[in-house]
């Protein structure tokens, strides 16, 4: 090897010579049979990194294998072309999402091409293209027949000066990443698939990778399902009539509820303050709660804050009149927006209610009778529950879900953390939901 390897003259030779020859082309022998390469398309963002160059040499090595042992090889190549980035970076510039994004696959094609990967290229796609997004919408249209795709209002994250909606990684500490505004939570039209429905079924199915996938993969999958399982309760408001539904997964606690916390969100938030001394400070909390990133205010280390609504609710259970506040940890798009606060038996509950003076009562004894200076999530045996008192926590909790039911005040319920999928986010630089 003393002589010197001209990589810029041998390679171009050779990759026009294949190019001219379509060495890559799809063939379509039907004596033959048939292999699909498909890569991660890359998101056109100017320049292919070593990323890209690592995962598409495995696809090369792959298809060539392929094709040298006689199989009829498809392996094209597209470009995942919709997204955000293009977006910042046309306002950025002052130029057309489309104008940059095709610069950059022409780029980005040359890039991917100088490194010789064997690709039909004849058969490149791009995901803005509208003969590519027309099946993006055709399936969209599917799902819509179906009532996988519907529209509901929603609370997205809102820069008041650049006048858009920021995804949660763009606000930081609160902020818009742009303009350093303070970023609001703001009600709007969003559409939605209804991923939801298929929670059951996800969850079954993972029982079938058992074995196959690592074990925190599944964990993560089954958290994030999140499902569930526990009762529905209704309390009505004293002085109003309206009902509030909470879900908890501890009815056996229900006698121990020392108020409820309504999500600041919570269409009766601002409703049943209405009229009261406290009218003027829930409008301050509800400011300054806007103010706040939904993640960050319902971390398990953010201050929690809270306000008296002027307003309570009756415990359907033993008629107790009971304090409706609101609380920033309680988002209107969990459960309900909705909880029945019960401070010795949950431990943000008792921090709250340690904060804002409000009552604890232990409804499940752990066999000490001290007053509780934590709270406790134990098993034990009820006390002050009425009826139920003396028995076994686990063994009442479905006897009074069925208590609930019998009294029209409540139901058995499952609820699964699982959200549908809001796929609105992009404003511009998306497929156009094919709906007027
Ligand atoms: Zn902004």
Redesign the pocket.
Known sequence: MNQKYDFAAIESKWRKIWAEGKADKASRDPARKKFYLLEMFPYPSGRIHMGHVRNYAIGDLLGRFYRMNGLNVLHPMGWDAFGLPAENAAIDRGTHPAKWTMQNIAAMREQIKALGVGYDWDREVATCHPGYYKWTQWFFIQFLRKGLAYRKKTYVNW?G??H?VLANEQVVDGA?W??D?HVVQKEMYGWFLKITAYAEELLADLEKLAGNWPERVVTMQRNWIGKSVGARVKFAVEETGDVIEVFTTRPDTLFGATFICLAPEHRLTRELSAGTPQAAKVEEFLQLVARQDTLARTSEEAEKLGVFTGRHAVNPVNGERIPVWSANFILAEYGTGAIMSVPAHDARDFDFAKKFGLPVREVISQGDDGPPDAAYAGDGVMADSGEFTGQNNREAAPKITEYLQKHGAGEGAVVYRLRDWGISRQRYWGAPIPVI
């Open positions: 820069c000066r650049c858009t818009c742009r303009c505004t």
